[in-house]
C-alpha cells in the first residue's frame, strides 16, 4: 500500500469535526436495505459541508456543483471542468458510512497533478487559485472503504 501524505490544515480539521458532531449517530438498528441509503449518507455530508462553506461567502460552480459516483474499493473517477484564473476555489468530498479514505487530486487537462488531499481520511479537501483559465479534471479515489460506496464533491468558488 502506497504511503499516505498527513497534512491537515485548519480548515480541513474544523470540516473534519463538524462532519463527526453532525453525524454522531447511535449504531444502526437496522441493517441498510436499499442502495440509496449509502446515497443519502454520501449527499448529507456533502450538504452539512456546503452549509459550513456558504458561511465563508463560497458560491457553487456554475454547471457542476454536486458530483457524486458510485466506487468499488481502489476506484477512480474524473470530471473534467472549468476554472477561471485568479479565483478562489475549494472542493470537499464525502462518501458514506462504508467509505474510510477518499481522496481528490486536481489535475491539468494534460493529466499532471497540480494539486492533490491524499491524507488517510474520509474528508479530502482541495483550497486552491489557479493561474489561468481552462478546463481542469477533478478526480475523485475510494481509496480504502469496507465496500463499495457512493462518493462525492462540491467544488465551491469565492
Known amino acids: 500500500m502506497e504511503k499516505k501524505h498527513n497534512k491537515k490544515s485548519v480548515c480541513k480539521a474544523k470540516y473534519t469535526l463538524l462532519i463527526m458532531v453532525a453525524f454522531l449517530i447511535p449504531a444502526e ?41 458510485y466506487l468499488s474499493k481502489g476506484a477512480a473517477h474524473s470530471l473534467s471542468t472549468q476554472f477561471e ?44 487559485k489557479p493561474n489561468y483559465s481552462g478546463n481542469m479534471i477533478l478526480k475523485i479515489k475510494n481509496y480504502d472503504s469496507h465496500q463499495a460506496g457512493f462518493c462525492g464533491f462540491c467544488p465551491k468558488f469565492s
Do not use: M, R
Not at 448529507?44 to 458560491?59: E, M, P, Q, R, W
Not at 474510510?100 to 482541495?126: F, K, R, Y
Open 85 to 128: 484564473g485568479g479565483v478562489n476555489y475549494y472542493v470537499f468530498g464525502a462518501g458514506d458510512n462504508d467509505i474510510i479514505d477518499l481522496d481528490l487530486t486536481l489535475l491539468s487537462s494534460a493529466g499532471e497533478v497540480l494539486l492533490e488531499d491524499s491524507d488517510n481520511d474520509a474528508t479530502p479537501i482541495l483550497q486552491f
Open 29 to 69: 438498528i437496522k441493517a441498510q436495505t436499499s442502495i440509496f441509503d449509502y446515497l443519502t449518507q454520501a449527499l448529507s455530508k456533502i450538504v452539512a459541508g456546503a452549509t459550513v462553506i456558504n458561511l465563508a461567502n463560497y458560491d457553487y460552480v456554475d454547471g457542476n456543483c454536486i458530483f457524486g459516483v
